[in-house]
């Protein structure tokens, strides 16, 4: 009896942890609890509506709070046949506290998960052999971590998520809790506020004159 008890509970915490993720369409899932704010970020992409991505959320992310990535065994197929995944840090730590990601304000993780969509845009862009090189040099490089990050930043801007993810940006660099040393990575590699806004400026100008 015991043995089949230990079966039983087994097969319900695989049920359970399946039904904890949404799909949202035939290609991307993403965990419940963050699953509307996700439909609004994709929302703003329609060029990845066929796109396989795959929103997970894990314990830790070393010095970030969410990075996107193609999956390893589609890194060399075609473009078309790549798929993505999100991973998003369970907790994020701020001075001495710690936070859950679920608890973030809905339009700030808005914002996160356009940001990360931008890179997914620039992803699909890329040859496989590119994309090797982008994540040597994004490891080795603080100069090219600045240029994918700011490409991920416009990519977002240019799809009307510029709000979101202003909103973003003053969540962090507003924050008295938020500790000094995160501050500075966004400083230093992500654009700024004034350079979203300027982007946006130009960006509706030349749609004005198309």
Not at 29 to 56: C, G, M, N, W
Not at 94 to 99: A, D, L, N, P, Y
Not at 143 to 171: C, N, W
């Amino acid at each position: 009896m015991s043995i089949l008890h230990t079966a039983i509970v087994k097969f319900l915490n695989i049920f359970l942890f399946f039904m904890a993720l949404i799909q949202i369409n035939a290609q991307q899932t993403v965990p419940e609890t963050i699953r509307e704010e996700a439909e609004i970020a994709l929302s703003h992409y329609p060029e990845l509506k066929d796109t396989p991505i795959v929103f997970k959320i894990i314990k830790n992310i070393k010095k970030s709070t969410m990075r996107a990535q193609p999956k390893v065994n589609t890194l060399f197929k075609s473009k078309k046949k790549r798929a993505y995944v999100i991973l998003i840090s369970e907790k994020i730590k701020i001075s001495e506290k710690v936070f859950y990601t679920k608890d973030v304000p809905k339009d700030i993780m808005i914002g996160w998960l356009g940001h990360e969509l931008g890179h997914v845009i620039d992803y699909s862009k890329r040859s496989s052999l590119n994309l090797v090189w982008f994540g040597l040099k994004y490891y080795f490089s603080g100069s090219y971590i600045k240029e994918a990050e700011r490409a991920a930043d416009t990519y977002a801007v240019t799809h009307g998520m510029h709000d979101y993810i202003l909103q973003t940006k003053r969540f962090i660099l507003e924050n008295a809790d938020i500790d000094e040393k995160y501050k500075e990575r966004i400083r230093r590699y992500y654009l700024s506020p004034d350079e979203i806004m300027e982007i946006v400026k130009e960006y509706e100008a030349s749609k004005q004159t198309e």
